[in-house]
T-cell receptor
Framework: AQKVTQAQTEISVVEKEDVTLDCVYE???????LFWYKQPPSGELVFLIR??????QNEISGRYSWNFQKSTSSFNFTITASQVVDSAVYFC????????????FGDGTTLTVKP | EPEVTQTPSHQVTQMGQEVILRCVPI?????FYWYRQILGQKVEFLVS????????KSEIFDDQFSVERPDGSNFTLKIRSTKLEDSAMYFC????????????FGEGSRLTVL
């Protein structure tokens, strides 16, 4: 069985601060995918990134960066110079190759960025 | 940009009533999914659908739930006799086999059971 743990329930920062959202996963499968989604107050799920288990390269996209470390089963997400519009619930998710669309989500981290 | 569309955006129903939630996946996608999110909680997998049949379902997806793709474009989730605990946001998603694992979610249908 798969499990995703987002230990941080809520984080509050002041605009322009950097913030890191933690994600730890568990799976016995050797082929798997990791995701981050953003859920703004409007409720939709916005895909941010997908990583497969064979690609440990870190990725940067604008103010967003992701640190994938298989050794610690972590896939952490950093927002640099946070903005008020970053306020949302962020979900980390995991799926395995046998049913790649069946994702196990973490409980989510609510990020509040104050002006 | 192609997107997954869901209707209705919000439905209020009485306990015991049947509800059908509709989804139009991205046209060239082959895999379809329903997820559920009870207010303030995590997103949970309900069912996956491929080649006109259920490929996997969770323990949440009991006999009260069914899915079908009646006309090659719509993908529906039916709840036969709604319960209070069915109140949630229901998300439809689809994916392209070539990009296995990347889900495209609709904006969700909020179901309120009174």
């Amino acid at each position: 069985a798969q499990k995703v743990t987002q230990a941080q329930t809520e984080i509050s920062v002041v605009e322009k601060e950097d913030v890191t959202l933690d994600c730890v996963y568990e799976t016995r499968d050797t082929t798997y995918y990791l995701f981050w989604y953003k859920q703004p107050p409007s409720g939709e799920l916005v895909f941010l990134i997908r990583r497969n288990s064979f690609d440990e390269q870190n990725e940067i996209s604008g103010r967003y960066s992701w640190n994938f470390q298989k050794s610690t089963s972590s896939f952490n997400f950093t927002i640099t110079a946070s903005q008020v519009v970053d306020s949302a619930v962020y979900f980390c998710a995991l799926s395995v190759n046998t049913n790649a669309g069946k994702s196990t989500f973490g409980d989510g981290t609510t990020l509040t960025v104050k002006p | 940009e192609p997107e997954v569309t869901q209707t209705p955006s919000h439905q209020v129903t009485q306990m015991g009533q049947e509800v059908i939630l509709r989804c139009v996946p991205i046209s060239n996608h082959l895999y379809f999914y329903w997820y559920r999110q009870i207010l303030g909680q995590k997103v949970e997998f309900l069912v996956s659908f491929y080649n006109n049949e259920i490929s996997e379902k969770s323990e949440i997806f009991d006999d009260q739930f069914s899915v079908e793709r009646p006309d090659g474009s719509n993908f529906t989730l039916k709840i036969r006799s709604t319960k209070l605990e069915d109140s949630a946001m229901y998300f439809c998603a689809s994916s392209d086999f070539r990009e296995a694992g990347e889900l495209f979610f609709g904006e969700g249908s909020r179901l309120t059971v009174l």
